[in-house]
Each structure stands twice: as structure tokens, then as C-alpha cells.
């Protein structure tokens, strides 16, 4: 399993990215080690907002590729209502590949970080 995520940093930036682990990648972009993104080692990683399952790298990659062409009012509307996938990119890919995971994602995630 894939995800496309997007991720918040303290600047109010949005961050997209692909993973197999995002537990793992949020620790990495806020660690600021040898695997962090570039854009993240300068604009502080906060949280994921959202991300996407999917089955595959190709997938998964497409999602983001694709995310990445968005404007940033686009990509809030997106973490905001996950739906708008389909108006925004459903001409570009087949939305039904992709399922949102953001509450499912944001819940693990911070109970996690309470622990």
C-alpha cells in the first residue's frame, strides 16, 4: 500500500509527498535527517492534513504529480473536502484508484503523538 499525502509546515505551506509509512515520513520530515525532503529541511514540517491510499508506486506517484499542479487555494479546498479529487483532477486520473484517509490518518497520528 501507497499513500499521497499532503503536509502542513509551520510557514502554512503545503508539502506533497508519496510513502508506505506515514507515521514513519512525518517523523523523518520533522527530524530534518539524511531522508528529509528539501522543501521540508527549510519550511518546518507540522502535520498531514490528508492522504491517499492507493495500490501501487505508479499510483501513487501519478496522484502527487498531479496534486503538485494544483494552486494552494485548490489544494486547501482538497484537505478541507477530499470529494473535490474528482472535480480538481478527475480528468487527469481515475479518482476511484484513491481512497482519502484523512480522519482515519489525523486520529493515528496524534494519538501517537500524545503517547
Known sequence: MYYTYMLR???NSLYTGITTDLE???KEHKEKGEK??????????????IAWESESRILASKLEFHIKT????????L???PDLLNKFLGDKIQVDL???E????LLKLLQDEEE
Do not use: F, G, M, W
Open 98 to 100: 484513491y481512497k482519502a
Open 24 to 26: 514513519r515520513r512525518l
Open 79 to 81: 484537505i478541507k473536502d
Open 36 to 49: 528529509t525532503a528539501k522543501y521540508t529541511l527549510t519550511h518546518n514540517a507540522v502535520k498531514i492534513e
Open 102 to 105: 484523512k480522519e482515519k490518518v
Open 70 to 77: 494544483l494552486n494552494k487555494k485548490q489544494k486547501e479546498l
Open 9 to 11: 509546515c509551520k510557514d
